[in-house]
């Protein structure tokens, strides 16, 4: 073995030992952050973003002292600034996660999500703290993790505040796909199959014109989205009804009470009933004689007949 092959040899061996480092890190890493959040079952989550999560409130120091925090342009070197890593060829050009498939399976980039390659990027003038909110183990390799955001604004320390949901490949502890489940007027439904109802009950009408100052909020619009959580750990969108009509009824049959289906059809299985005057938004499907209902209050998601709704 001559001196020059044994040079190479002992490079090789180091750089494959320092990958080796370097992967074993980012695995503790990733476990360690994953300690900060408390395990949750799919079933659960309908109820968790009702009642909120089951852990005791913190206050904002003692959630400082235990989250991933990340201020404006210079975040530190975590577990997501590694993991966020993975590019994605989008229309010829790479992209980072987290990433959407459409329901023909192309695949985009998940827009309004906040992660540190965002805040590296853009010279902003706020801050912005994670709060450790929910896991969910969906399979042997796929995760989810549900993240509350809270952002500080450094003019007059107002904040606002949303959740959001990303999935993981343990295996890799690589971020995979994502979306906002919680800010504002939207308002979120796990079904039992992994699909994800999003209703967003208020909308910008005029969307070509969204700059303009005399734009108008119209609260009898709004969007409503579907995602099918995959196998993959991706989100395929599978339903997109944007500027859909949303409505604040009230429950009126002769009977008292009114069946709350699961298909929008007579033969269709009764989930529950609602009393006479409870006051439900809904969906007014167009073209149909039914109305879906949203889940603001504790309703589970249903169809109601429109000649029941006042």
């Given at each position: 073995?001559?001196r020059?092959?044994?040079?190479?040899?002992?490079?090789a061996?180091?750089?494959?030992?320092?990958q080796?480092?370097?992967q074993t890190?980012?695995q503790?890493?990733?476990?360690?952050?994953?300690t900060l959040f408390?395990?949750?079952?799919?079933?659960?989550?309908?109820?968790?973003?009702?009642?909120?999560?089951k852990t005791?409130e913190?206050?904002y120091d003692?959630?400082?002292?235990?989250?991933?925090y990340v201020?404006p342009?210079?975040?530190p070197?975590n577990v997501?600034n590694?993991i966020?890593?993975?590019q994605t060829d989008?229309?010829?050009?790479?992209t980072p996660?987290p990433h959407?498939?459409t329901n023909?399976?192309?695949?985009f980039?998940a827009?309004?999500l906040?992660?540190p390659s965002?805040?590296?990027?853009e010279d902003l003038?706020?801050s912005i703290?994670?709060?450790?909110?929910?896991?969910?183990?969906?399979?042997?390799?796929?995760?989810?993790?549900?993240?509350?955001v809270k952002?500080?604004?450094?003019?007059?320390?107002s904040?606002?505040g949303?959740?959001?949901m990303?999935?993981?490949?343990?295996s890799?502890?690589q971020?995979i796909?994502?979306i906002i489940?919680s800010e504002?007027?939207?308002y979120?439904?796990?079904?039992?199959?992994k699909s994800i109802?999003l209703?967003e009950?208020?909308?910008?009408?005029?969307y070509?014109n969204?700059?303009?100052?005399?734009?108008?909020?119209?609260?009898?619009?709004?969007n409503?989205?579907?995602?099918?959580l995959e196998?993959?750990?991706?989100?395929?969108m599978?339903e997109?009804?944007?500027r859909?009509?949303?409505?604040?009824?009230i429950i009126k049959d002769p009977?008292g009470?009114?069946?709350?289906?699961k298909e929008?059809?007579t033969q269709s299985e009764v989930?529950?009933?609602l009393?006479?005057?409870?006051?439900?938004?809904?969906?007014m499907?167009p073209?149909s004689?039914?109305?879906?209902?949203?889940?603001?209050?504790n309703?589970?998601?249903?169809?109601?007949h429109?000649?029941?709704l006042k």
């Amino acid at each position: 073995m001559t001196r020059l092959y044994r040079l190479l040899l002992l490079a090789a061996t180091l750089v494959c030992a320092n990958q080796i480092q370097a992967q074993t890190q980012m695995q503790q890493e990733f476990e360690k952050f994953l300690t900060l959040f408390p395990e949750y079952e799919w079933e659960d989550l309908q109820t968790l973003f009702i009642k909120g999560p089951k852990t005791s409130e913190f206050s904002y120091d003692d959630y400082r002292k235990n989250i991933w925090y990340v201020e404006p342009q210079n975040g530190p070197d975590n577990v997501f600034n590694h993991i966020r890593n993975m590019q994605t060829d989008v229309y010829g050009s790479k992209t980072p996660p987290p990433h959407i498939k459409t329901n023909d399976g192309e695949i985009f980039p998940a827009g309004g999500l906040l992660t540190p390659s965002y805040f590296k990027e853009e010279d902003l003038s706020f801050s912005i703290s994670y709060f450790p909110w929910a896991k969910v183990k969906i399979s042997d390799d796929v995760l989810l993790l549900f993240i509350r955001v809270k952002v500080i604004a450094s003019e007059d320390d107002s904040y606002y505040g949303y959740i959001q949901m990303f999935t993981f490949k343990l295996s890799t502890q690589q971020m995979i796909s994502g979306i906002i489940v919680s800010e504002n007027d939207k308002y979120t439904f796990f079904e039992p199959d992994k699909s994800i109802y999003l209703y967003e009950l208020n909308a910008y009408r005029d969307y070509e014109n969204y700059d303009d100052e005399d734009f108008v909020v119209d609260p009898n619009w709004g969007n409503r989205y579907v995602f099918k959580l995959e196998s993959d750990g991706y989100l395929r969108m599978t339903e997109m009804q944007e500027r859909a009509v949303f409505k604040r009824k009230i429950i009126k049959d002769p009977d008292g009470y009114v069946n709350v289906r699961k298909e929008p059809t007579t033969q269709s299985e009764v989930l529950y009933t609602l009393d006479d005057g409870k006051v439900v938004y809904v969906w007014m499907i167009p073209d149909s004689n039914w109305a879906e209902i949203v889940c603001v209050f504790n309703e589970k998601r249903g169809y109601v007949h429109k000649s029941r709704l006042k």
